[in-house]
């Protein structure tokens, strides 16, 4: 069964949206540096689902030039998946295209890949799946 795993929301800064959070009431998780995607990100559970923080580590990471382009706000869409392997080879099967070929490990070890915006209906969208 698919669920929505987290939304990533890209910030100019890490510390302020997490006060923001904070203000909300809710929790924030420890923060991670995810070196490969030259971010740092910090994680906000909300009932079955997550919010997840994203400040770029460098200038030219893709959570910077996102923020060039677009500024501050929804970055992705993340979908709880099981079986990743599968769904990603029956989806290319069906013309999907991704922003890569293989399936990386990012933040707690989870396992994700991202849709690229034109497959699906101009939302980047990250099939994501726990270690």
Known sequence: MLSI???GIAVKSLEQAKQFYRNLGL???????????KVKLAMVPMGGSRIELLEPTA???PIAKFLA?????????????????????RMKLAGTRFLSEEIK???GGHKYI???PASAGG???ELCEQA
């Open 27 to 37: 929790e924030i998780q420890a923060e991670e540096t995810v070196a490969a995607e």
């Open 105 to 107: 490990v990012g933040a």
């Open 59 to 61: 200038e030219d990471s």
């Open 69 to 89: 382009k677009r500024g501050e706000g929804l970055h992705h869409v993340a979908l709880h998946v099981h079986n990743l392997p599968a769904i990603v080879e």
């Open 123 to 125: 939302v980047l969208m």
């Open 114 to 116: 991202f849709i690229h």
């Open 5 to 7: 795993d987290h939304l």
